[in-house]
């Protein structure tokens, strides 16, 4: 089993910035792929980015060259720039090992003036 949990989200202007943090324990020696996902209301959820285990990065089309994906260890990080009202979810860290994906709880960002 593997346990995430989210922190950083919150209330940004339009324009903002913000960095959240995805901290991963339990079976952690097991993962490949971490990313972030988000679901706004009314809307399904969306990856946003995805990171391999080899360091590959993927982004949604609507977050590139605005949003950075990283990872350390158990740590999965996306710095979120250039922050755009529709940019508001509800963003989850995601961790795929042997096969099984696990999801945090979430972590809400609104972008609101």
């Known amino acids: 089993q593997v346990q995430l949990v989210e922190s950083g989200g919150g209330l940004v202007q339009p324009g903002g910035s913000l960095r959240l943090s995805c901290t991963a324990s339990?079976?952690?020696?097991?993962?490949?792929?971490m990313g972030w996902f988000r679901q706004a209301p009314g809307k399904e959820r969306e990856l946003v980015a995805r990171?391999?285990?080899?360091?590959s990065t993927n982004y949604a089309d609507s977050v590139k060259g605005r949003f950075t994906i990283s990872r350390e260890n158990a740590r999965v990080y996306l710095q979120m720039n250039s922050l755009k009202p529709e940019d508001t979810a509800v963003y989850s860290c995601?961790?795929?090992?042997?096969?099984?994906?696990?999801w945090g709880k979430g972590t809400p960002v609104t972008v609101s003036s």
């Open positions: 339990g079976r952690i020696f097991g993962i490949n792929d």
């Open positions: 990171i391999t285990r080899g360091g």
């Open positions: 995601n961790a795929v090992t042997d096969g099984i994906a696990y």
